[in-house]
């Protein structure tokens, strides 16, 4: 963005001072024989001087305004020096205005006669001007040889200037001159051109009519052919017939021959408007209503539902009956109405509302309740103590308590921390080694417990026998 110039400004400052004056004249109301303003930018005298045609937008557009504002008005220069209206811009204090006389009483030369008043030099070079651009003629003056106003008709004319032009090749150097018969490409190239000539003389005729015409001045070898094609390449005739393109036809869509249930794919449509009436008789009121047809793309079944306006309220109403009558379709087809979109839009919005719910839930089902199926408790103490020679049982999968195998444990295997966590226990089959999370210790101390032991032990040996 470009800086605003000092001369700007100054035309700004001038601008508003035309704006005051105006008003100040129209508050007064009242006749002055002479207006003055004063301004102490001789580039500002030079734009209001200059017509406004002659400058740039910016300045052309507030010069048009002062000189709207200003009928009448005389522009005059200021020397800076006696420009009362600076002293109040330059930071002069208020006891020095106070006592200044020209900041009260003006310039001293307004008290001399107008024609000692201070006169505006010339400025060279006035900015904000266009530059015109430069535009150069050049005149070349035409002997014509030959008089076109003596002749009335255009293809004698034609003749006599073949002529002329026929004498001036003969007048030249017949040295470079080719002197044998024309070939059958320079016949041919000839004869197309004398029937593309023919074809535009007779106004773009036809290909009967241009052969017509041919043939009446000379027998062309292949002249229809040629004629046809003439006028087949003669873009003029190409746009005046305006042949559109007719494509190969396309198959029919899948959804129209595929074996599928009614209404699967289908259009719907409205129809209408009918009128009804409530009841029959006299005071019986009539209202309107249209009909939404669904019609199926491979069947051609026809479903209708009664609707009584074109909105899309009524029609998703009616979507919702189809469907419950005829079940949900795959896809359906519409003209895109406005009452289609509008309902398209709204479920949609439905749509997307659902999915949003359902992510929720979701969320918070794995977040949560999921989080709760999987707690799990820290264990800090000790609560049984594994020794050599406690009875256990070993726990397996897939197998009923009550057929865990009986075994004695024979040796212990402490870790780092001194904590037993594997052991060797003797059962029935030998001696396994098995995690102790994988154990459960029987009691042994009273003998009630060792006899109810035996029996365990006793039955599950019956039990694997």
């Known amino acids: 963005m470009n800086p605003t110039t000092i001369p700007r400004l100054e035309l700004c400052g001038a601008l508003l001072g035309a704006r005051l004056c105006s008003k100040v004249l129209d508050s007064l109301q009242c006749n002055i024989s002479r207006k003055v303003l004063w301004s102490d930018s001789m580039v500002v005298l030079g734009w209001v001087q200059t017509p406004p045609r002659d400058l740039k937008v910016f300045v052309c557009n507030r010069v048009n305004e002062i000189n709207i504002l200003t009928p009448g008005f005389d522009f005059r220069y200021v020397p800076t020096d006696q ?117 535009e003389r007779l106004f773009h005729a036809g290909p009967q009519h241009l052969l017509a015409s041919i043939r009446e001045r000379f027998w062309a070898i292949g002249g229809r052919n040629l004629a046809r094609s003439t006028t087949k390449k003669c873009l003029l005739c190409a746009r005046f017939r305006g042949k559109t393109i007719q494509p190969i036809m396309g198959n029919l869509p899948s959804e129209r021959t595929y074996s599928m249930f009614p209404f699967y794919t289908c259009g719907v449509d409205f129809a209408g408007p009918f009128t009804i009436s409530s009841r029959k008789g006299r005071g019986s009121q009539s209202s309107k209503c249209y009909l939404c047809l669904f019609v199926c793309l491979s069947t051609k079944a026809i479903h209708l539902e009664l609707v009584s306006s074109l909105s899309s309220d009524a029609f998703i109403l009616s979507l919702k009956r189809f469907i419950s009558r005829r079940g949900k379709p795959s896809v359906i087809y519409c003209d895109n109405g406005t009452n289609f979109r509008g309902a398209n839009n709204e479920m949609s919005r439905v749509l997307r509302s659902n999915q949003k719910i359902r992510q929720d839930f979701w969320q918070r089902w794995r977040r949560e309740f999921v989080a709760e199926l999987q707690q799990r408790t820290k264990w800090k103490t000790r609560q049984h103590e594994l020794r050599v020679g406690d009875l256990v049982i070993l726990k397996e999968e897939n197998v009923p308590p009550l057929q865990w195998r009986l075994g004695r444990v024979t040796r212990l295997y402490p870790g780092t921390d001194g904590v037993s966590r594997v052991a060797d226990v003797m059962s029935s089959r030998g001696i396994v080694r098995r995690a102790v999370n994988k154990m459960c210790i029987l009691p042994s101390s009273a003998p009630a417990d060792t006899t109810l032991i035996n029996d365990v032990k006793d039955a599950a040996e019956n039990k694997e026998a």
């Open 83 to 199: 420009n009362p209206a600076d002293m109040g811009s330059r930071g002069v204090s208020p006891k020095q205005l106070k006592a200044s006389s020209l900041w009260w009483a003006g310039p001293s030369f307004l008290a001399n006669d107008p024609t000692c008043w201070p006169t505006q030099q010339q400025i060279p070079s006035l900015p904000e001007l266009k530059i015109p651009p430069n535009i150069e003629c050049y005149t070349t003056i035409v002997n014509n040889i030959i008089e076109f106003e003596k002749y009335s008709n255009f293809n004698k004319l034609i003749r006599i200037y073949a002529y002329v032009q026929r004498f001036v090749h003969n007048c030249l150097n017949k040295n470079s001159r080719i002197s044998e018969p024309l070939d059958v490409k320079e016949l041919d190239k000839s004869l197309l051109t004398l029937v593309r000539q023919e074809h």
